[in-house]
């Protein structure tokens, strides 16, 4: 487990991809069950763990992944995630090379639960959210570019959707359009950063996870 940051109410973990935050119908051991045994086992707790989720990757993306160790940390942090207090940068390898350098995409999503899917409309329909995110260019290869992405507001599968909308879905993610599959199952989308303030001492707290060890990453 790679932890990138902890104190007595939060701890920050690079999530690699396939494993999963919290349990689903798998029954798949998950990220805060081994963050969990690594707590009780470091601080020799006797009884139960606490540990709070305030927000979560899906398991085919990399990247960070906050936890709270304390129910005051998970409350603030909940609300601070609801508020837009948060700020996420997402780093993604996508197919192609995106119609502009830098722009702002603004769409109006609607989730089909079913396929586990979302759609991305251009105008605001019934049972649609909005969903806004920046992204730039940062480099380009012969098949692939690097974005960096900045979430506004965090839509179910967005980045994934969204940039799938305007031709450049992520490397491997074969749900929103990519043509081939990448060798670990996962896709090309890595939570790159987040900044926040501390939901107890305060402090800034900016914490950067390092890039998944495949050569594409440190190719581009």
């Not at 540990?51 to 160790?69: E, K, N, Q, T, W």
């Not at 179910?156 to 799938?164: E, G, K, S």
Request: with cysteine; hydrophobic share 35%.
């Amino acid at each position: 487990m790679d932890i990138l940051y902890e104190d007595n109410h939060i701890i920050v973990v690079n999530k690699a991809v396939g494993e999963i935050v919290q349990g689903d119908k798998t029954g798949d051991r998950t990220l805060a069950d081994e963050v969990k045994a690594y707590i009780k086992e470091t601080c020799a707790k006797p009884g139960a763990v606490f540990l709070g989720i305030p927000h979560r990757l899906d398991r085919p993306v990399s990247g960070v992944c906050v936890f709270a160790r304390t129910s005051k940390a998970l409350e603030r942090l909940n609300r601070m995630f609801r508020d837009g207090e948060v700020s996420k940068i997402y780093h993604a390898i996508v197919c192609g090379q995106p119609p502009e350098e830098e722009a702002t995409l603004t769409h109006y999503l609607s989730r089909n639960e079913r396929q586990n899917k979302a759609y991305a409309h251009a105008t605001e329909r019934p049972g649609t959210k909005r969903a806004v995110l920046d992204y730039k260019l940062l480099s380009r290869g012969e098949r692939y570019s690097l974005l960096e992405v900045n979430l506004h507001t965090g839509r179910h599968h967005q980045i994934r959707c969204q940039l799938a909308t305007i031709g450049c879905p992520v490397k491997g993610d074969l749900k929103y359009g990519a043509p081939r599959s990448n060798p670990d199952g996962g896709i090309s989308l890595h939570a790159r950063s987040i900044s926040f303030e501390h939901p107890v001492s305060h402090e800034q707290i900016n914490v950067v996870a390092p890039y998944p060890q495949r050569d594409i990453w440190n190719k581009l």
